[in-house]
């Protein structure tokens, strides 16, 4: 039997939540920002860039557009990993490969070190942890995936990790989700994805039939279908105690 609050349930429905760990638990946004910031005065690029938020802006954009791509295999990991770098130097008037593939180095090298997670992760975990299964289902490169978790300090909550790279297919593809419920020993009735990506956590999630809660701290407006969906994340507490 479950005590919560005022509350007391005998059967909650879920037993499993999944968290997307990228946007969703660690900072992806603040911690990338502030590695580029770093490697951006290292390399003197403010000669040639008008201003940090002027490449800043760039890389964001390029970068979502190379992992698109990267999901839907029309460029390689080696190819994304330096190639966005390029194309954010050139809208800066630096057309310099070598530059692009050092700083690709020295940005996968150092922004998994960083550990901005969003408000109340801790709190929400340490509540959670003692009542459900906490599993973490990510789309990232695995060597860097371990380092912000353990950096962190969430590598201690997860009961499973479930990483694309390990998979083969990222979210959304169903061999994904199938991969990170077995790992889990889950099934989708008992389960909860928590994410922030439409296009990966969300539609897998649909696509998978299980149950989801939207992940949107910019409160962004959309025409997707969304049933369930948080601000910070320690609403989450809410939907799976009441939950049945
Ligand atoms: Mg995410």
Redesign the pocket.
Known sequence: MIVFGNFISVKMKYKHIFF?????LWD?EANSSDTLAEIFAEHSLNLKCKTFEFFLENYKELNKQYWIDYRNNRVSKEVLSWKRFYDALLLCGIDDVALSKQIAKEYVGRSPYKTKLFPEVKNTLEKLKSDFHLHII??GFKEVQFIKLKQSGLDIYPKSITISEDVGKPKPHIEFFESALKKANANAYNSLIV???LE??ILGAKNYGIDYVW?NPEKEITKTEIKKQINCIDELIDIVYHTL
Do not use: A, K, P, S
């Open positions: 997307d760990l990228d946007r969703t992806f990510t789309n994410g922030d990506d990966t956590d992940f």
